[in-house]
């Protein structure tokens, strides 16, 4: 008996596709409606189900006898067709798939006694589709295997049932329940599961005829030999290469004969049976939210609610091809489970539009090895985010040597560290990827992402402090330069400590005069003496204006504020000027004064369509929707910076 440890040591294989993960592909679904198995029934009551074409059905109503259910499936199998119409249309298609590394399954579903057995084993007169299968995919794995062809091949056999959420091996009944595991490539093997290797149709039988008696059966009301277990045959192929680079493929093909979908209440179940038909029916429940799942293209796939689905995750949806064969019964006392199993495979394929994938396992012994996201994250992280039940199995050495690599490899490590330009390519990169919308994939994660955006930011403004800084100091030194040059204009001096409009002067060093000028001033002031732009003193909320020939020293300077007074020559320029823009300027114009926003610039062009231009400033007074108070906040805010402007251009 040759007990493998299955996939053991096995880590150094890796799957080999496209660059992102296959969308998930679609369950497809069949359905088999069996003939009546008692003549008798067969004359007396008309059938309940009845088939429309080679795709759908229709079922009475049993709420309104004048209607019926219609049903829709990739295929539709009525009473009179044979086991090789099954088997030719919806199964052997698939079977080539392994010899590309790929995985399949096929799952018989249906309520107990509605032809599942009969389906996928069939009889030694109607063999069912596991022997069919078997006998096909050993001729293929001769001939590709033969000598002189590129690939080795060589067939393995498992034969396992779940009862009772436990996993049993049929080769082996003595060994207990199994575990399920998955290895760091997200295979999913169960370690000391008996696996034998087949080469002929006749060895197979000759393993898996003794092992179906060792099968969990019980009688209920509904089926005299109802199996009260999945049943699970797991044929192996695998493929050495026999040249370099001497690849290797494994592909899995799940045939399962599952336990019947009846609904418990109407079995007549009690006590074991009772407790068998809940185990029964949860993983048949979570076999149903995951194919949901699956055919949804949900985030999240509840593989581990059960053994059933934990085992066929990798073999169900996403890599794998699967198809689900739904028998039914066309007794009328099969009604209920047959709408119920009806409405089950329907579910199973709701999304028909999503295109078959079939990207999917190619398992290369010495490709290149491509990371999967879990060694991406890194061992911990890996770790978490499989979750504390999980173990590892595999090589320790091979384990490590990964987690090496995927230091090595990750995008995410040693980012503080790395070179300003450098960082700032990647960043510029991320960004262009995140424009591309949701087919972008970003580089960075997004918590470490935002922090070295973060950096980059405080280091820019940190420059632009440092630039400013300069810039006044510059400032101060002209002022200095000048003030030297002109004695007699001492009086009139400038400090200039920020080129801010407004600024409160404090009492540190008492100041006869301040002459604060806007920035762009500070040239021609420099140039001409002749001061045009004077202060205006604040006093508390009363304002009071200050010659510029007074002299006498600021008290209480901490208190006071300062504002500009213009001469009458700039003043009258920056009226002209928004006169000007108040009757000639577009409504977008006179949104970029200040105070003035887009309701109020549709006032003003408004107003000015019927009365006519404006004849001073102050007539804006007059437009409907501004106030005395609001012009005259409106011409303090935008005088000075019209009056100074032209005039101070470059
Ligand atoms: P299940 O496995 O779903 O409980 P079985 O496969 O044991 O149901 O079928 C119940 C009975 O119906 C068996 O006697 C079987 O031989 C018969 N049967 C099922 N399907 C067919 C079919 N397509 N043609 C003829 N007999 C069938
Ligand atoms: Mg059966």
Redesign the pocket.
Known sequence: MAAATAGAGRCHLSKVGTGRRPPPARVRVAV?L??F?DGAAGANEPPCVRGIDSCSLEVANWRNYQETLKYQFDAFYG?R?S?QDIYAGSVQPILRHLLEGQNASVL?Y????????????G?PE?PGVIPRALMDLLQLTREEGAEGRPWDLSVTMSYLEIYQEKVLDLLDPASGDLVIREDCRGNILIPGLTQKPITSFSEFERHFLPASGNRTVGATRL?Q???RSHAVLLVKVDQRERLAPFRQREGKLYLI?LA?SEDNRRTGNQGIRLKESGAINTSLFVLGKVVDALNQGLPRVPYRDSKLTRLLQDSLGGSAHSILIA?I?PERRFYLDTVSALNFAARSKEVINRPFTNESLQLHALAPVKLSQKELLGPSEAKRARGPEEEEIGNPELTASAASASQKLSPLQKLSNMDPAMLERLLSLDRLLGSQGSQGTPLLNTPKRERMVLIKTVEEKDLEIERLKMKQKELEAKVLAQEALDPKEKENSLTVHRPLPRRTVTGAKPLKKAVVMPLQLIQEQAASPKTEIHILKKRGRKRKVESSQVSEPVEKASEDCWELQISPELLAHGRQKILDLLNKGSARDLRSLQRIGQKKAQLIVGWRELHGPFSQVEDLERVEGISGKQMESFLKANLLSLAAGPRCGP
């Open positions: 088999r069996r003939p198995v009473e067709s086991q018989a249906g309520p107990t006694g509605a032809g599942k057995t009969h389906t996928m084993l009889s109607q089926n030999r109802s199996s004969d019947g028998n019964a």
